[in-house]
């Protein structure tokens, strides 16, 4: 299984050589945000203001953390199951967002988009949120405070474990369920 | 009358809030290691590493298994004999938001319609039974919501049967594929009413993963079920393999001559319960 080392922002380089199954670590910085802070940022479009962060090459994780205990950057942080933000991903995607990391199947448009705009799916993997959370070095919230865990947070990752799931040419890892019928 | 002190049993779910959000149960790491074990693909397997290495960290850190901490859900069997001063609901909720705040567990409710978090976790499900004596039991469960989401409830015509029951469930796990977290733990609910096999389903997740069912006919049911499921080859969070339930748990409730109900409850693999009793 090929492991590449990624750091952020993603260039269309660093996307055309991933395919589905590939291992990513990826080193830099993400942006959490899950349905709550998503809607937030299509409004934020619709009225013509700028985002939180720059979506050029941008990487942003579905997650909504645990709270930080003492003496740490950030409690659990594991994905949250990423099709609840499939309305919102393609028009991100074409203003120049490179992944999204989470966990579970995406729609058919989100596929589209990825191949249009040249970006991939990372899948983290799912109730591992102790484990993952040893990655993050740094949080800070950058944006909508008043959403609690659903925040969106500048975040700082060392080697965080990822699979593509889906990649820029239409492949996907997910293993398809043999039914009879 | 036996009076059990509201302080006490707020303490105590306090306590259970924190310890089951840290500590994986015995029997969902036992099988954990099985399927570490046996699973066919390496993708699988490691998956499988990964959340045993997840749960030692966690039980050593305190940091939760998982960043959902859940919905508080209780499962209360309550005597008739049994008096709780200020009231057990009361006694519960207060326990649960000092359990959240205290151990840094995620705060996951929400109004339905402004999305508002409430803050503190609340309202903690409670369904509670009042049974004969002077006991009180509480059981606690963490329920995530990418797995509930994936549940459903249906009312089958009763013409469809165990076929009909077998074909739903396993069309579900199909359709939920990687969403829910597999491996899943599948809580089935036949019969009773629209509310009560959901209700029931639900209950039945609080059983151990390797216990039998007492009445052989269900727990072949469950072995059948479960076999079915499995045959998709999901696998863990949906990469492939032999493991994508660990175990199915049916609940059964007399329902009316008209009806079917089945109830589905999807269980991600941190099945995060504990229990207490007085």
């Known amino acids: ?181 | 009358m036996r009076e059990i002190k509201a302080a006490d049993i707020s303490a105590a779910v306090a306590q259970m809030c924190m310890s089951a959000n840290t500590k994986l149960p015995d029997d969902v790491r036992r099988k954990f290691e099985e399927g570490y074990k046996n699973e066919t693909t390496e993708a699988g397997k490691e998956i499988f590493r990964q959340l045993l290495e997840n749960a030692d960290l966690s039980f050593e850190t305190k940091l939760p298994l998982c960043q959902d901490c859940g919905l508080a859900i209780f499962y209360v069997e309550m005597g008739e004999d049994v008096f709780v001063k200020g009231g057990v609901n009361q006694a519960i909720t207060e326990g649960m938001v000092t359990g959240y705040k205290d151990g840094f567990l995620r705060k996951s409710s929400c109004d339905p319609l402004t999305r508002k978090n409430t803050g503190d976790n609340t309202p903690a499900i409670i369904h509670i039974d009042m049974v004969p004596g002077d006991r009180l039991k509480i059981s606690y469960m963490a329920k995530g919501g990418g797995s509930e989401n994936m549940s459903r409830v249906t009312m089958l015509s009763p013409s469809q049967g165990w076929e009909g029951i077998k074909k739903f469930v396993v069309n579900r796990v199909a359709e939920a594929g990687p969403n829910p977290c597999p491996p899943i733990i599948l809580g089935v609910g036949i019969g009773g009413t629209f509310e009560y096999a959901p209700k029931i389903a639900k209950q039945a997740l609080l059983r151990k993963l390797d216990d039998t069912h007492p009445d052989p006919k269900v727990a072949a049911m469950e072995a059948e079920l479960l076999e079915a499921v499995n045959k998709l080859g999901i696998g863990p969070m949906g990469l492939g393999g032999s493991y994508t339930c660990l175990a199915v748990k049916i609940a059964l409730a007399p329902c009316h001559i008209a009806s079917l109900p089945l109830a589905v409850n999807v269980q991600c693999h941190s099945a995060r319960h504990e229990e207490v009793e007085f």
Request: overall charge positive; proline content about 8%; aromatic content about 8%.
């Open chain 1, 1 to 181: 299984m090929p492991t590449y080392t990624l750091n952020t922002p993603l260039t269309d380089a660093d996307i055309e050589k991933l395919r589905a199954g590939d291992v990513v670590l990826l080193n830099g910085i993400i942006y959490s945000g899950r349905d709550a802070a998503h809607k937030k940022l299509m409004e934020l479009l619709d009225a013509g203001k700028p985002l939180p962060f720059d979506l050029k090459g941008a990487s942003i994780y579905y997650v909504g953390p645990s709270p930080a205990p003492p003496g740490r950057p950030i409690g659990s942080a594991g994905p949250t199951t990423s099709y609840r933000m499939d309305a919102y991903a393609p028009r991100l995607h074409a203003l120049g967002l490179k992944a999204t990391i989470g966990k579970g199947k995406r729609s058919d448009e989100v596929k589209q988009a990825m191949r249009d705009n040249k970006a991939v799916y990372f899948g983290a993997t799912g109730g591992a949120g102790a484990l993952l959370s040893k990655c993050i070095t740094a949080s800070t919230v950058i944006a909508f405070e008043e959403l609690g865990p659903e925040a969106v947070r500048e975040m700082k990752v060392k080697d965080f474990p990822l699979l593509v799931i889906n990649d820029a040419f239409g492949g996907e890892l997910y293993a398809k369920p043999k039914l009879d019928d």
